[in-house]
């Protein structure tokens, strides 16, 4: 059973396009919600991330939006460039003692130019 | 800048072999995990260790065991390795046990391929 359900599977956007990935939650108990970034042949890195007392997150060009009573979340990246081309796991985490982050299934997103 | 280590890029393994992967972060994290990456599933976490000679299971610990004999290694051992064990397998660590301020360092993964 999926905890974080992420959609799409994969993007293609040109360049300058704002693509969207969505994701939605089941367990309340998540109370943080990061984005993570990974290029081909490396590991993921964090990009953003997002506590559920907040709406919306800027940070450059990605925006994460928060919409806690549908549990839901978005990753948004305005302008669009070739070198956004990764995948993109959204995840989340609940602290109870130590931390377990649970991880989206990942967007492959490629931007043409 | 914190540097997750994995010792191999691509391990190839016959069916029945004991398996073990290694991974050493230099930045005294407390946290460290194993995840598996399988296309259309994302990384799934096999186990993680937040101490020395501490371990719990993740979602997916059957077939897999583990090791942290030392706090900046955490190996991950199959003990008999079969064909649906291929995968990406990828190590982090975090430095602390609250999300908020620990990001999670991955390492580069090591490709495994069971035949």
């Known amino acids: 059973q999926q905890q974080v359900k992420q959609s799409p599977q994969s993007l293609i956007v040109q360049k300058g396009g704002i693509p969207i990935i969505n994701c939605a939650y089941e367990?309340?108990?998540?109370?943080?919600f990061p984005w993570y970034q990974q290029f081909p042949g490396k590991g993921p890195a964090l990009l953003i991330a997002i506590r559920p007392d907040v709406s919306e997150k800027k940070e450059g060009r990605f925006t994460i939006s928060f919409n806690k009573s549908a549990k839901q979340f978005s990753l948004h990246i305005m302008d669009s460039q070739p070198g956004d081309s990764a995948t993109y796991f959204c995840a989340a985490s609940a602290f109870s003692g130590y931390q377990k982050v649970t991880f989206g299934i990942g967007t492959k997103l490629q931007v043409i130019p | 800048d914190v540097k997750v280590t994995q010792s191999s890029r691509y391990l190839v393994k016959r069916t029945g072999e004991k398996v073990f992967l290694e991974c050493v972060q230099d930045m005294d994290h407390e946290n460290m995990f194993w995840y598996r990456q399988d296309p259309g599933l994302g990384l799934r976490l096999i186990y993680f260790?937040?101490?020395?000679?501490?371990?719990e299971k993740g979602d997916i610990p059957e077939g897999y065991s583990v090791s942290r004999e030392k706090k900046e290694r955490f190996s991950l051992i199959l003990e008999s390795a079969s064909t649906n064990q291929t995968s990406m397998y990828l190590c982090a660590s975090s430095l602390s046990m609250s999300s908020y301020n620990s990001p999670l360092h991955f390492g580069n993964g090591t490709r495994l391929t069971v035949t």
């Open positions: 367990n309340t108990a998540f109370d943080y």
């Open positions: 260790s937040y101490d020395v000679k501490m371990k």
